[in-house]
């Protein structure tokens, strides 16, 4: 788990990192850190991951880290290791002043 500010950095320094939002699809929609995906549920979460390399890194991130938590164990079980989960989920990354996209999205 890393905090807002080291998450940005890792995320930026990483090769072709998947940044995943797992909250609710009326919440991305909203808002979501630039660049991210939506997979509110496991079986979009499967599909997302299905054809990467187990060692590919994965940013999740929640309201908080609640189902961010949930989806890394999901990955974890199914051989992911390169996981990494936003301290204080997205609250915590708009709490610190990180960009956020928040034109609409249908999905």
């Known amino acids: 788990m890393l905090e807002a500010d080291s998450f940005y950095i890792s995320m930026h320094l990483a090769i072709e990192p998947l940044?995943?939002?797992?909250?609710?699809a009326r919440d991305?929609?909203?808002?979501?850190?630039?660049?991210?995906?939506?997979?509110?549920?496991s079986q979009e979460l499967f599909r997302l991951?299905?054809?990467?390399?187990?060692?590919?890194?994965?940013?999740?991130?929640?309201?908080?880290?609640?189902?961010?938590?949930?989806?890394?164990?999901?990955?974890?079980?199914?051989?992911?290791?390169?996981?990494i989960v936003l301290?204080?989920?997205?609250?915590?990354w708009k709490l610190t002043g990180l960009p956020v996209d928040d034109s609409r999205k249908r999905r």
């Open 19 to 24: 940044l995943v939002d797992v909250r609710l």
């Open 49 to 83: 991951t299905d054809s990467l390399d187990a060692e590919h890194p994965i940013y999740l991130y929640c309201d908080d880290e609640s189902r961010s938590g949930q989806a890394a164990e999901m990955l974890l079980e199914k051989g992911f290791s390169n996981l």
């Open 28 to 41: 991305y929609r909203k808002e979501r850190i630039p660049d991210a995906v939506s997979a509110p549920r």
């Open 87 to 92: 301290k204080n989920g997205f609250l915590g």
